[in-house]
């Protein structure tokens, strides 16, 4: 924009207003500017003032004209449209955006030359230090996790700290921006905090060293009582009534309120945390608590849910809080739990009761770990036929609430994968190598600090073979999707991988599901300084995520020869129908197990308090019209279609290759 110099008529009209400036010379404004909305203001420093066009519609009717009244500036541009009134003490050293809002605030202020929040170290899962984390504007779930986590590769560290170094000095400055659309109304204080345009900011005591990454696909709210120090909020989160935050990055469309308080901790997408605590945690996508008996302290988490009452100790009266823990994708705890790190938690699995063991389930996954006695037993694989399990991987996606088009989190919400079958087919080895070393007629066997039951171990080994079949099959079936084969030469040839990358292990890097060949490649490019920035980094991420199902065939290529003793070059149609066949048992198999969970929340002992003052049958009414009938529920429909639709799927295939059988 073109600025002017007042007039001195424009001068003489703003003092007869109660204007003052320290030097009228350093105050220069739009061609248009309109000085008789501006009121009992002082300017100090270099001033720039934009069009004051405009008005802003408020609740109740009333519209507020664009202008400055009651404030104090220092060094401060305005941009066009903006309305500023009672700003009891001072607004320095800011650019401020058109069509933005302030009123009644305390003061807002950039006191020298600051990060704003970029390059602050969290002290994550080890409270004494060693894991520390610098957040910035770009970090991801990812990136986090192995600046965390892949401290066994000293240069990997120093390097990422310097890339992280470089973002935050570059994106230093004196002055603050505040952008386009912001709102700050009934404020305390902010300082050295940059705004993003369409943010909204009422009723915040304080924020003080952060910035706000909001835009307008994805708004931030900060709301009453919110106190924010040495912080980064990603666009479209929200928080409201008392949080308070100490140290913590907060990812992208993540909720926080109810007094919610946490420190030293790290938030990514979709988390949702209300009324308990958190100190030193990992927070990965999907992590949710909502109560107010609940801490989280040193644990690393993804897609989990804390029963209320959830708590974690990090120290056990020694060499202070030094022990971490972690509960894999998908876990969850019952309320009252209590774990007592060291210890690790396959995924999803459900901890209840309390544990002091320190075991580590990290190899039989979708396991119930149950207390009793003071001792952990644990049922493997029991939770691959729960309601809960697969009713938690059909929301995950439906409530992915990340409306900004630059996703940060590399999110995998795949229930089966090379990550979680690996760890199956590590599973079924280990229990069975249990078994043979114990006997096959003991009662309990132990493993990790914990005991299984024998019935418990012998179901597990089907548990996870019916998994692995699942996803084998899965993947068979998609392979060979809307194609027509001539001859058994033909089926092998598709069935071929059409990349080596995938062999080998896979690791769930907080969301990411990847080969561990391609993250150490990435790992090796960082310390060469092949990769350098943190978008290049991210973005090789991002790769990783969009390939993944080229991947994936690669991996499950490999298993599927090994897993049912298969010669790539003598696969047959009929090989391919066996799978199948295994494939369609295991599904209808799986999904008859999850009816029958499914049915247990309509048995008459769930309608206790229903039809309170009835007879049975006026029980059964009232439960019908407020839950339903279990033949009508939309999951339990969805269920019976899923079974229909499978079966059908199985089916097509099965037909496509019979020609080919001799």
Same mark, same amino acid.
Do not use: H, M, W
């Given at each position: 924009m073109n600025y002017r110099n007042l007039t001195t008529n424009e001068v003489a009209q703003l003092e007869m207003q109660g204007c003052t400036a320290t030097d009228w010379n350093r105050v220069c404004v739009a061609p248009d500017f309109a000085p008789q909305y501006v009121a009992h203001a002082h300017f100090s420093g270099d001033i720039r003032i934009g069009s004051l066009q405009g008005e802003f519609p408020m609740k109740g009717g009333i519209l507020k004209h664009a202008g400055l009244r009651h404030v104090t500036l220092h060094n401060v541009t305005v941009g066009n449209a903006c309305y500023i009134k009672d700003v009891h003490n001072y607004i320095a050293n800011y650019t401020i955006g058109d069509n933005t809002y302030i009123e009644n605030v305390d003061s807002i202020v950039v006191d020298g030359k600051t990060r704003f929040g970029n390059g602050v170290e969290v002290s994550v899962l080890n409270e004494t230090g060693g894991r520390e984390?610098?957040?910035s504007d770009k970090l991801s779930a990812q990136l986090a996790y192995i600046m965390a986590m892949y401290r066994h590769r000293p240069e990997l560290a120093v390097r990422l700290r310097e890339i992280a170094d470089y973002y935050s000095t570059k994106h230093s400055s004196e002055i603050g921006d505040i952008a386009d659309h912001v709102t700050i109304m009934n404020v305390g204080t902010i300082i050295n905090v940059r705004i993003g345009s369409y943010a909204k900011i009422v009723g915040a005591n304080r924020l003080n060293n952060g910035s706000v990454n909001s835009n307008k696909e994805a708004p931030v709210y900060i709301g009453h009582n919110v106190i924010c120090d040495d912080f980064i909020i990603s666009s479209g989160s929200k928080l409201d009534d008392g949080a308070m935050l100490t140290r913590c990055f907060v990812g992208q469309a993540c909720a926080m309120g109810h007094s919610y308080s946490a420190s030293d901790s790290l938030f990514f997408?979709?988390?949702? @945390? @209300?009324?308990? @605590?958190?100190?030193?945690?990992?927070?990965?996508?999907?992590?949710v608590t909502h109560h107010k008996s609940t801490l989280l302290i040193a644990g690393m988490f993804s897609f989990m849910n804390a029963g209320s009452g959830s708590n974690q100790s990090n120290h056990m009266y020694k060499l202070g809080p030094i022990h971490q823990g972690i509960l894999e994708r998908g876990a969850k705890t019952s309320s009252d739990s209590y774990i007592l790190w060291p210890s690790r938690v396959g995924s999803f699995s459900l901890v209840m009761g309390r544990h002091i063991n320190h075991s580590d389930t990290s190899n039989l996954p979708f396991s119930y770990l149950i207390e009793k006695n003071d001792t952990t037993y644990l049922v493997p694989g029991v939770n691959l036929r729960s309601v809960g399990t697969i009713r938690d991987a059909q929301k995950w996606p439906k409530r992915d609430k990340r409306t900004d088009p630059n996703k940060l989190d590399c999110i995998n919400y795949n229930l089966l994968s090379p990550y979680t079958i690996q760890k199956m087919y590590k599973g079924c080895k280990i229990l069975k190598d249990i078994q043979h070393a114990s006997g096959v007629l003991s009662? @309990?066997?132990?493993?990790?600090?914990?005991?299984?039951?024998?019935?418990?171990?012998?179901?597990?080994?089907?548990f996870y073979k019916t998994g692995i079949n699942k996803f084998l099959g899965n993947s068979v079936i998609k392979r060979l999707e809307g194609m027509t084969f001539k001859s058994d030469e033909e089926i092998r040839e598709r069935l071929k991988p059409d990349t080596p990358i995938g062999r080998g292990e896979w690791v769930d890097i907080s969301g990411l599901i990847a080969p561990k060949s391609e993250v150490d490649q990435l790992l090796d490019h960082i310390e060469s300084g092949k990769v350098n920035k943190l978008k290049e980094i991210n973005a090789d991420f991002m790769r990783m995520h969009t390939n993944y199902y080229t991947y994936e065939w690669t991996w499950a290529y490999d298993l599927m020869l090994e897993f049912y003793d298969l010669d790539p070059d003598k696969i047959t149609a009929a090989d391919i129908i066996s799978i199948v066949n295994k494939w369609q048992e295991a599904v209808v198999g799986l999904d008859k197990m999850v009816y029958e969970d499914a049915k247990k929340e309509f048995s008459l002992s769930s309608m206790t308090g229903f039809g309170a003052d009835g007879t049975k049958f006026e029980k059964e009414q009232d439960f019908e019209q407020v839950r339903g009938a279990f033949e009508s529920n939309t999951f339990v429909t969805a269920v019976l279609d899923h079974i229909k639709a499978k079966t059908a799927l199985g089916n097509e295939l099965i037909e496509r290759l019979k020609p080919l059988i001799k």
């Open positions: 984390v610098a957040i997408s979709n988390c949702q @945390e @209300e009324n308990g @605590e958190a100190c030193a945690i990992f927070a990965g996508p999907f992590t009662d @309990e066997y132990s493993y990790q600090s914990a005991k299984i039951r024998n019935t418990s171990l012998v179901n597990g080994i089907k």
